[in-house]
């Protein structure tokens, strides 16, 4: 089997510096479904709840591209007999659907955002039908939808009995709503038109629409009529412990040249069978996708049995996707795998003698940059955040909110209203005040609330903000 040192820098070429992708599909052999996810991709769930970085506009991507829906396929059947289009996401296709600004402005105009969803339907069962509707601009597009419902509806019908004789599904998917305003009323409005658009499309069996959502604006925008009828699809992306150490095996068996040839030896090498193989892709054994004694053994192989000199200090396995999750026990993907990439590259430089490839100390250090990457993820989503944060580097956690408002009055007397630009979306419970922030920071799961009433941090942001705790992973020196 290979020496430390080679095992070190097989992992560090076999996980990408940045597994976000962008929003892209990514490639085949990374793809990994977990199983927790299957009901998500199944057409059925028309709604899809998640917070960031767990996975839905990967999906959006790979349901969206050939290929991988060829490959989703093999969990999935029925996808290999759906015909799927983006109805929505953050880059922009103008042909498909409007892009922020022009929606935004096609409701300033006087149209109603179902409308506007009721014309990215309509010109997607016109390329279907071979027919033409208005498309030189959304806004003529919109009004002929506006204004021949019964055309509308006869196209919809007929694309149905369609995809019916094909003995195939036509599918919308729609993801990163919340790019469409930075004012809440505006945003709701928008997903709640989205939300009833899908619903009249529940009568038909072959035509349906999928929405990737953030789970704090559904709370918002499930308050229409048979609203049940959407809820009871829904399926919600997690990542469990397994989850996670399957997704990183999935990386390494496929590293490139003589690494993944390395990594492959010390899987077949720890659990004495080889990994699967099809279609070019190398996947572990489903027996290493769940928790089981061979998936611990696996890590163990990496970073040996325990995050110290003795079993007093925690397990690896354990220990790193633990110090990894939110307030609310959630770890992403993507703060995992930079975990262990960082924790390669510090073990290489620092402890180039130790006997196995990630060291325990090095592991504390993937937490820091894993953290770093989540601050940047999260302030992606909430760009007040960075700023309603800032003001409490230095101090040690758990603490009682009375410290934290005091810190936050004294940066920001006229209220939290202050840091809050006018283009981006603000918390949800601004007008609350400053209560209204703590409690959307614990829904977010950046706080937590102990039994005694104290306010804590997960490391997973604590370290990022700055923010110290007696004993735990310290933040990196700015």
Known sequence: MCDSVTVREAIIKALPEDTSYSGAAPPPEHLYIPPAHLKALRLESQLVIGTRGVGKSVWTAALADSLLRKQLGAAVPELERADIRVGFKESTDLALYPDSDTFV?????????????????????????GEIVPRDKWSDTVDWVKENPEPVARMVILANEKYQKDDRSGLLVFDALDRLSSRWQVLDKIVRDLLRLVLWLK??????????????????????????????????????RHDLHGLLWQYLLNGPDNHGECLRRVYSATVSAEPQYAGGIWSPAEELKRETPAQRALFEALAGPWMGRDRRRGVPYVWTVG?????????????????IRQAAGDSFERYPEYGYALHYESIKRGVQKASDIRVNELAEDYPWIRNILRPLAGLTVPIVFEDILNRWKGAFPDGPQQVIAND???????????EGVRDDLLQLGVFEMRKDGRIDMPDLYRVGFGLGRRGGVKPKKR
Not at 219 to 226: A, L
Not at 424 to 434: A, C, M, T
């Open 105 to 129: 402005r096609l409701i300033e105009n006087g149209f109603e955002a179902y409308h506007v969803w009721r014309a990215v339907l309509i010109r997607w069962t016109a390329d279907i039908l």
């Open 203 to 240: 009568p038909y069996r072959y035509l349906s629409a999928k929405v990737f959502l953030r789970e704090d604006q559904l709370d918002r925008v499930i308050d229409f009529p048979d609203a049940s009828k959407l809820l009871a699809t829904k399926a919600e992306l997690t990542w469990a």
């Open 323 to 339: 110090h990894l999750a939110d307030g609310q026990g959630r770890t992403s993907p993507r703060s995992f795998l930079a975990a």
């Open 424 to 434: 981006v979306l603000p918390p949800e419970h601004i007008e609350q005040g400053w």
